[in-house]
């Protein structure tokens, strides 16, 4: 006999949830959350409420921390498309985290050579260098799977640590470290290849609005075109597409070039729109965290940008609640994972239903 | 009857939203009994034995076993009750040997006596003439052989009551005979038996049937004083047309021609249909005739030979390019190989042929020209949907199969190959599709009809021929094939040639 029969209830599957109970159940889950969170900030001598309020004004109180909270958002909307896609495929590419390093790297190859030419020039290489980049790195891991059958998520996982170390080895001693520089960084990039920023005294860049361009682009491709029937189909029964003449390993392969290039274009956000150089700090964790963003989205486009607006909410408002009540910055990671593993926990409970049993 | 019977159920119901799936049935079984349960697909049958078998807890009425009300809320309280189902999917895990299955989960404590435990699958099986050998693993055994354990593992387990959830679907002919022979052997043993069935041979030789029709029970009858057609009357609600194809004796050129064609066992393969023709190809499931049909769609490459339509050779041409050239394939699998069930009808119709400039306006798919074309599938095939959104997984398999048959059907301008096209589907749908197979057949396409339902080969052929081990054994015209020619050649026996 199980806990809740004891209690004289059942769980029961539904055979269909209805959107407002999925509403009320991640509704509940988010208030579970916030209630946890809560107590972990009381954990560590600081009132919830107030550290929430630090966190609000950080990430939306002024016009600058919004700007910045979009800033923080831009990479995650990316590698949160660049997931979404590649899942809705059944695709599990993991391997974002490496394809934001790949785009970012051959963004910097190739607009290097361009080096104090017209930005009419370097910002479109800038920008297909980081798509063919992240996507061809992507497209590395198709190949394995569909020629030698490795599985994608091993592929992508090796082949994120592959490009950091490759980095690491390009600007320890290599080519691209900087001259007499100390840190393990690029030079800085040419002005005319940054991406302009949108507002006076704000940070916010070219990249916030390719991100919103890339989302919509990625909403009409999978809900309008052929390849985006393609990319759903293959989602539930790839075998029946290959059974009605389509290629799979066709379909693999462009659902792995479109996740990966995405990707890159977080690498080259982050490079050409804000640190302005190569280094791994300003590439790293964006494509893990795309992964949660993908899954909070619903692997929908504009609910990945909703996703990434309040993870970078949270990481943006975070640094202002450690200055201004003391709770570690650090906690904010603790918070998205305890807000992501609720909100699986809420969606998963929407397909039950408690039910009394007769005693 | 005096006695107490051996299950009782009163006035179950059980609802899903809106639709009541069992409404008030009433119905007993007595000890000894082999009682079938018959129904079209959606008609109750399923959630019924789900309720006897604790899967599912009705929302009213009463269960009682050997007059001793129960309430079943799970499957192990169930079993506690004494009753065994074998699903049709068989829940064993291969890897694990015959004893293994039947004795995983029974234990109490952490040892297991497999030394009694042994001794006692032995004497059940013997008892019951089942041969089992313990220590064979399950994923050596041949289907009927994995059905057999399902059965000692649910008498194991101590049921007196025993669910057959369409049993014989995966077996031989042979097989299914041996499976009755059981049955037999049970009864003696007063083990009450339920037979979930939709096939007419099968429900007439238990003692009574309870009739489902929409979650309705019409009627429990004495087998012995109602015909087939008295049944098929209870479970449609209306007089079924039988549709028996004429065979036809002249034809016109071959439209396909298979030559030395070799899979990957058996020995080449020859055959030619004609335009306006219906091959039936004849045979137990698995002797390589979805090999033969997925070669012919391009699906598979051969060893070896060539396939011709109209003269043009199709050997080494692409899924696409075959299908365009009026090729139509109807798979056996409908979900795995036929169907994408996330998506709408209006999405699965143009599965394939979706960059095509056809259902496209400019780089979009044209939704206003896939949904019209739905409408347009959805009636003249009378698919059961709310329209052209409804997606395939949420409809029944005769529904789903009829979407399958639209697509195909409309692709099929000179040659169809038809797998299974009336597996699982109800009387209604099974009418249906041979009408349309016919109509097809009107129309001059060349048919290659593969079914393990040999009354859709011989209602449906105009020549039969016989598959085993991805063999040919013979081609025969309609009129001088019968079940005593094609029996043995489906079981891989030559005839000699001379006397």
Redesign the interface.
């Known amino acids: 006999m199980t806990l809740t029969e004891r209690l004289g209830l059942r769980l029961e599957p539904r055979a269909e949830a209805k959107t407002l109970d999925r509403v009320l159940a991640l509704a509940s889950a988010l208030l579970a959350a916030l209630i946890l969170c809560g107590l972990l900030f009381t954990a560590v001598g600081v009132n919830p409420l107030s550290a929430l309020g630090a966190l609000l004004q950080g990430a939306f109180g002024t016009w600058r921390a919004a700007t910045e909270t979009l800033v923080k958002a831009t990479p995650l909307i990316f590698t949160g498309l660049a997931t979404a896609v590649a899942f809705r495929a059944r695709l599990w590419n993991i391997g974002a985290e490496g394809q934001v390093f790949a785009g970012a790297m051959f963004a910097y190859w190739c607009q290097s050579a361009l080096a104090g030419t017209s930005p009419f020039l370097q910002l479109p290489v800038v920008m297909g260098g980081a798509l063919v980049g992240g996507g061809l790195y992507a497209g590395l891991a198709a190949i394995l799977k569909t020629r030698f059958r490795v599985d994608e998520v091993i592929s992508t996982v090796m082949l994120n640590y592959i490009i950091v170390y490759a980095l690491s080895l390009l600007l320890l001693k290599g080519p691209w470290s900087e001259a007499g520089g100390f840190f393990e960084q690029t030079a800085k990039v040419d002005p005319a290849s940054q991406l302009p920023i949108l507002f006076d005294k704000t940070r916010l860049h070219l990249g916030f609005l390719v991100a919103l361009v890339a989302a919509a682009l990625v909403w009409l491709l999978v809900r309008r075109t052929p390849m985006g029937f393609e990319i759903r189909a293959a989602g539930s029964n790839l075998r029946a597409l290959e059974v009605q003449g389509t290629n799979k390993a066709r379909v693999i392969l462009m659902v792995m070039l479109i996740s990966g290039a995405l990707a890159g274009l977080a690498g080259m956000s982050e490079v050409y729109g804000v640190h302005y150089r190569v280094k791994a700090g300003a590439l790293a964790t964006y494509g893990y965290t795309g992964i949660i963003v993908a899954i909070l989205g619903q692997l929908n486009p504009w609910g990945v940008v909703i996703a990434a607006i309040l993870f970078g909410a949270l990481v943006n408002g975070a640094t202002f609640m450690q200055i201004k009540t003391g709770v570690p910055s650090a906690l904010i990671y603790a918070i998205e994972a305890i807000i992501l593993l609720f909100y699986l926990a809420g969606w998963a409970a929407s397909s039950f239903r408690l039910r009394r049993i007769r005693a | 009857m005096t006695t107490v019977p051996r299950l009782a159920v009163r006035h179950l119901t059980k609802r899903?939203?809106a639709l009541a799936a069992n409404d008030d049935i009433s119905l007993t079984v007595e000890a000894g009994e082999l009682h079938c349960l018959l129904g079209e697909n959606g008609a109750g049958k399923s959630t019924f034995s789900a309720c006897l078998y604790g899967l599912l807890?009705p929302d009213h009425g009463e269960i009682e076993i050997d007059g001793r009300k129960v309430?079943l809320?799970s499957p192990a309280k169930a079993i506690a009750c004494g009753i065994g189902m074998v699903h049709q999917h068989f829940v064993l895990v291969p890897s694990f040997t015959v004893l293994e299955n039947i004795v995983v989960g029974t234990g109490s404590g952490l040892a297991l006596d497999m030394g009694t435990a042994r001794r006692k699958i032995l004497d059940l099986s013997r008892g019951f003439g089942l041969e089992l050998t313990p220590d064979r693993l399950v994923s050596d055994l041949s289907v009927g052989e994995k059905q057999w354990v399902e059965i000692v593992k649910a008498l194991y387990l101590g049921a007196r009551l025993l669910i057959l959830d369409e049993p014989t679907a995966v077996l031989t002919p042979l097989e299914s005979e041996r499976l009755f022979a059981v049955i037999s052997e049970l009864k003696a043993a007063g083990i009450a038996v339920i037979l979930i069935s939709h096939k007419m041979n099968e429900v007439m030789r238990s003692d009574r049937v309870s009739v489902l029709r929409k979650g309705k029970l019409i009627g429990t009858v004495r087998t012995k004083d109602v015909t087939r057609d008295d049944l098929t009357m209870m479970m449609v609600g209306r007089p079924i047309a039988q549709v028996h194809a004429r065979a036809k004796t002249s034809h016109g050129k071959a439209a396909l021609q298979v030559v030395g064609l070799r899979l990957k066992r058996g020995a080449d393969i020859s055959l030619g249909i004609a335009a306006g023709e219906i091959l039936g190809l004849a045979g137990v499931a698995g002797n390589d005739q979805d090999e033969l049909l997925e070669t012919i769609?391009?699906?598979a490459r051969p060893e070896r030979g060539r396939i011709l339509l109209d003269g043009e050779d199709l050997t080494s041409l692409?899924?696409?390019d075959?299908?365009r050239r009026g090729v139509g394939?109807v798979?056996s699998d409908r979900?795995?190989?036929?169907?994408?069930?996330?998506?709408t009808i209006a999405?699965n119709l143009i599965?394939?042929?979706?960059?095509d400039e056809h259902w496209?306006s400019g780089?979009?798919?044209d939704d206003a020209a896939t949904a019209k074309n739905a409408e347009a599938a959805i009636s003249s095939y009378s698919i059961m949907a709310s329209g052209p959104e409804m997606l395939c997984g949420r409809l029944s398999g005769g529904n789903a199969q009829k979407v399958i048959l639209a697509r195909e059907f409309a692709k099929a301008r000179h040659l169809l190959l038809c797998n299974q096209p009336t597996r699982g589907v109800d009387i209604g749908v099974i009418e249906f599709v041979h009408r349309e197979i016919l109509r097809k057949r009107e129309e001059g396409c060349a048919i290659l009809l593969v079914s393990e339902e040999l009354e859709d080969i011989f209602a449906l052929s105009d020549r039969i021929a016989v598959m085993f081990r991805g063999e040919i054994m013979g081609i025969f015209p309609r009129e001088v094939a019968d079940i005593a020619v094609i029996g043995p050649l489906m079981a891989g026996h030559r005839p000699e040639a001379a006397a």
């Open positions: 899903f939203g807890q309430e809320t769609a391009g699906l692409s899924v696409q075959i299908a394939y798979p979900f795995r190989d036929g169907l994408v069930s996330d998506f999405e599965l394939g042929q979706h960059w496209r780089p979009f798919l």
